[in-house]
């Protein structure tokens, strides 16, 4: 079975970093898209970031470019997102999930989520 | 950038068909896939290119895209429907979300 789990998640000051993580299992990891989606507190979903199965590509919302860094480690099955210079704006839970490309993406197996807290 | 368009929320009797649309610019030419929600929980992959069910999701969930609006039918609604419903579609390497729709069945 496809399983995603996230890490590293907690409460951070404005203007700090967090480093999340996310161990994936039960399928080829390296040959995924994998993304970063994140819900504010009583929000919807927002979009954050990918990456493609070989790192080569990457794209990011236009909030969090400059300050979000998506990458992959692909020996250890595992995504990270490293966030530097939080805001408040950025407290949220945040998920990893998979992207399936066939034709069209669509992203079908989603982690439990990780919640961000950013305040002083 | 794009945008989808969705209304907050939407009612629906037991058994009756619910309707959850979703509006952007000649949305027709891309992609909707849609996600459901339910509370403290993690969104699950309903609809995907426009009209595909992944397995174990039930035949009465279906999904259409014309013009400029995405819509998913519910038939037969039940309880266990209730939840908030996103549309989302790819622009530019990027996936866009609609805000979102509280499906309320009473």
């Known amino acids: 079975d496809v399983q995603l789990v996230e890490s590293g998640g907690g409460l951070v000051q404005p203007g700090g970093s967090l480093r999340l993580s996310c161990a994936a299992s039960?399928?080829?990891?390296?040959?995924?898209?994998m993304t970063w989606v994140r819900q504010a507190p009583g929000k919807g979903l927002e979009w954050v970031a990918n990456?493609?199965?070989?790192?080569?590509?990457?794209y990011y919302v236009d909030p969090v470019k400059g300050r979000f860094t998506i990458s992959r480690d692909n020996a250890k099955n595992s995504l990270y997102l490293l966030m530097d210079s939080l805001r408040a704006e950025d407290t949220a839970v945040y998920f990893c999930?998979?992207?399936?490309?066939?034709?069209?993406?669509?992203?079908?197996?989603w982690g439990r989520g990780i919640l961000v807290t950013v305040s002083s | 950038s794009y945008e989808l368009t969705q209304p907050p929320s939407v009612s629906v009797s037991p058994g009756q068909t619910a309707s959850i649309t979703c509006f952007g610019d000649?949305?027709?030419?891309?992609?909707a896939s849609w996600y459901q929600q339910k509370p403290g929980q993690s969104p699950v992959l309903v609809i995907y290119q426009d009209i595909k069910r992944p397995s174990g999701i039930p035949e009465r969930i279906s999904g259409s895209n014309s013009g400029n609006t995405a819509t998913l039918t519910i038939s037969g609604s039940q309880p266990m429907d209730e939840a908030d419903y996103y549309c989302q579609a790819w622009d530019s390497g990027s996936a866009v979300f609609g805000g979102g729709t509280k499906l309320t069945v009473l």
């Open positions: 990456i493609k199965g070989d790192g080569s590509e990457r």
């Open positions: 999930a998979r992207q399936e490309c066939g034709g069209d993406c669509s992203i079908d197996y």
């Open positions: 039960g399928f080829t990891f390296s040959t995924f898209w």
């Open positions: 000649r949305f027709e030419e891309k992609y």
